[in-house]
């Protein structure tokens, strides 16, 4: 079993990226999060692997903590949830927002990762709930919500919402309060856009 790769970046791409280790090109799938974190290309980075194997490929998934890894092997262990569906669970959030999430019995925000519906996101909180760690879930859960209520509220302004996650990831933990939390993340789009 592969644990963990390291070496070149030579290419990044939307949904995967190509490490080069001694002589040999891999392709690991990877979240969104995940690429978007990864430095230039040519620079040097470590993975940390799960091989998926299928009847007719064998395809890797990379992760840049072993907590990721571990979050996604567990989400893959519940029933209706492949890879690809695990992946597009991991973007909606960081792993602490995400084991909140889990904690707090609330599907309705792991509903909102592509491909992932009510009965299946009730199905990884009724499996996974004893077995994710989570400290001041109740606190945690209460931010996600605001921020997606925050995310519809700039797509209706006109955002893209991968535009208004990114605005509401740079806005600092101190702000709270769903008018401050706003007015922050439209001050970052405004910044980005000179």
Do not use: W
Not at 82 to 90: M, V, W
Not at 107 to 126: M, N, S, W, Y
Not at 130 to 158: F, I
């Amino acid at each position: 079993m592969i644990y963990s790769i390291s070496g070149k970046l030579a290419l990044k791409e939307v949904s995967f990226a190509v490490v080069e280790a001694n002589g040999l090109g891999l392709k690991l799938f990877a979240s969104k999060q995940t690429i978007e974190a990864l430095p230039a290309a040519g620079a040097d980075v470590k993975f940390f692997c799960h091989l998926h194997v299928r009847e007719d490929a064998l395809d890797l998934f990379g992760f840049t903590s072993a907590d990721e890894l571990e979050f996604f092997e567990m989400l893959i262990s519940v029933s209706g949830v492949g890879p690809r569906s695990a992946l597009a669970i991991l973007d909606t959030g960081p792993l602490a927002e995400l084991s909140a999430a889990i904690k707090e019995n609330r599907p309705d925000l792991l509903t909102r990762a592509a491909g992932i519906g009510r009965k299946t996101a009730e199905r990884v909180i009724i499996e996974l709930r004893t077995k994710v760690q989570s400290s001041k879930s109740g606190a945690v859960v209460e931010k996600m919500q605001t921020d997606s209520d925050l995310v519809e509220a700039l797509m209706s302004l006109g955002y893209h919402r991968d535009q208004a996650r990114a605005a509401l990831a740079h806005v600092d933990e101190k702000v709270v309060g769903t008018e401050a939390r706003l007015r922050a993340a439209l001050a970052v789009l405004a910044n980005k856009q000179k």
